[in-house]
């Protein structure tokens, strides 16, 4: 799996030019799901996301999690995050999850989300949409499962 972590002012996603999720302080998380990625690694990824330290205390030091900031989540699913662009110009997307497994742990993901975090919202699995986003910081942190093997 593979995890984009924007910290931000507010985000949201629309479909159609209607929104269907939005945020204000908090975490946008684009989530894709490469070939072998399976259940048993969402937990690891929740447990660190929620507890990252990566909003600013009183001091302007990052020493807050999203629960101390009491933040806010939106989740989007992003297959692209798995693009091999080694060969020619047109990325490859062979490592990316197999669609029906790959929406399995995105719903899987903001599920195990939502029993730790009072709002948290989502764009639409397989979805064209649009994110708009105030990054703060701009702070981004990318999270990959073989980092975490």
């Known amino acids: 799996m593979r995890f984009v972590i924007q ?7 629309a479909i159609d030019g209607n929104t269907v999720g939005s ?3 908090g975490l946008l998380i684009l989530f894709g ?6 259940e048993d690694m969402l937990p690891k990824f929740v447990e660190k996301i ?3 330290r ?3 205390d009183e001091a302007g030091k ?9 933040g806010e989540m939106l989740v989007v699913s992003q297959f692209t995050l798995y693009a091999d662009c080694r060969k020619g ?25 939502r ?11 397989g979805a064209d949409m649009k994110v708009s986003l105030e990054n703060d910081g701009p702070f981004t942190i990318v999270l990959d499962s073989k980092d975490f093997v």
Request: aromatic share 8%; charged share 30%.
């Open 7 to 13: 910290r931000v002012n507010h985000a949201h996603v």
């Open 23 to 25: 945020i204000g302080k």
């Open 33 to 38: 799901a490469g070939e072998g990625d399976c």
């Open 50 to 52: 929620i507890k990252m």
């Open 54 to 56: 990566i909003f600013a």
């Open 62 to 70: 990052t020493n807050l999690s999203l629960q101390d900031v009491d």
């Open 89 to 113: 110009n047109r990325p490859s997307f062979v490592h990316a999850c197999e669609p029906e497994l790959a929406k399995e742990l995105y719903e899987k993901f903001v599920s195990m989300c």
């Open 115 to 125: 029993e730790r975090v009072d709002r948290v919202e989502t764009g639409e699995f």
